[in-house]
């Protein structure tokens, strides 16, 4: 159902159709509407033990009654996961009952962790270091996932093996003096050959090979401290210092279909917004890993002649 409204959207773009923008409106209308009503009893099982894939996502207390949603839409894929993991932050929910909808998802596949609240980290962060041998596919909690979402991040992995793969992103812009545009110019971009200054943006689904994070991108305090709640940043910096590329498999600039009751929530307004904490935090990392900025230059022939070269402090902890 949501493959098969979303395939139809992006076919009405890449035709450039005058009325594509409103029949996306309204086919994002139509999911969200019919999409709970069609899972509330659906009981088949959403997962596979031969599978290689683990889907790891997490949420937070004013989304907890509608992420069994997404999950739902994350249990009915034409290439199952090995398991479904929510992770939650166990401060936020002590206290909480867990919607029984959610729970009921069990029988199909879910697993419901309890952590430290990492914030968004928390989607990647313990599914890593407890299971470093499997893909980790990140899903954000207020998407609604087409059928065919594993199978086609799997298929990009299957022609480029050694890469983060995604169906969302943004090109990182560079000023043309060494240096990096404002977070908001980066153009979105499509379809394209492997590259370091492919951002991949969480909200598509990401998929992540095993080993493709150094130890670094696990040093809590640095994360804490320099990108609390910018992790698609944090994790931009990691992949490059150690050596992976990322790659958009989506030939065409299209979001999927979100859960119109979460819009008006969500990181990205303090970090696109008026506090500009992607601008802030970008501009701490690459001072904190000057490799990472050298890299980036490199690829596109715009390193100054006079580039640093300093080391990145490597976490001890």
């Not at 159709?17 to 009981?43: D, H, M, R, T």
């Not at 199952?80 to 729970?103: C, N, S, T």
């Not at 809590?220 to 931009?236: C, F, Q, S, V």
């Not at 979001?255 to 904490?277: A, C, D, M, V």
Request: some cysteine; hydrophobic content about 35%.
């Amino acid at each position: 159902m949501i493959a098969f409204f979303y395939a139809l959207n992006k076919k009405m773009k890449k035709k450039n159709k005058p009325y594509w923008k409103y029949f996306y409106k309204a086919s994002k209308l139509l999911v969200n509407g019919c999409f709970p009503i069609y899972q509330i009893c659906k009981k088949s099982c959403g997962v596979d033990e031969k599978s290689r894939v683990i889907v790891s996502m997490t949420t937070y207390p004013a989304r907890i009654k509608s992420v069994w949603i997404t999950v739902s839409s994350l249990l009915q894929q034409t290439r199952k996961p090995y398991k479904v993991i929510l992770w939650l932050a166990a401060e936020q929910f002590a206290d909480r009952k867990l919607p029984k909808r959610l729970g009921k998802l069990k029988k199909r596949g879910l697993e419901i962790r309890f952590c430290e609240d990492l914030k968004p980290h928390k989607k990647y962060f313990y599914a890593m270091k407890e299971y470093p041998d499997y893909y980790i596919m990140t899903a954000d909690d207020d998407i609604l996932y087409p059928e065919n979402h594993i199978e086609q991040l799997w298929k990009g992995h299957e022609k480029y093996p050694d890469t983060v793969i995604c169906n969302w992103s943004h090109q990182i812009g560079f000023d043309g003096q060494g240096g990096f545009q404002p977070y908001n110019d980066w153009v979105d971009n499509a379809e394209s050959a492997p590259a370091y200054a492919t951002l991949a943006v969480g909200c598509n689904g990401v998929l992540y090979p095993p080993g493709c994070l150094p130890p670094e991108a696990f040093c809590e305090e640095k994360i804490k401290e320099y990108a609390l709640y910018t992790d698609d940043l944090w994790l931009k910096c990691m992949e490059i210092l150690n050596g992976y590329k990322t790659v958009n498999c989506n030939e065409t600039i299209l979001i999927y279909f979100n859960r119109l009751s979460t819009r008006n929530s969500g990181l990205w307004k303090g970090n696109t917004g008026q506090e500009r904490n992607n601008d802030i935090n970008w501009e701490r990392l690459l001072q904190l890993y000057p490799e990472v900025k050298e890299k980036l230059l490199e690829e596109t022939n715009a390193l100054p002649a006079a580039a640093s070269q300093a080391k990145p402090a490597i976490c001890k902890g």
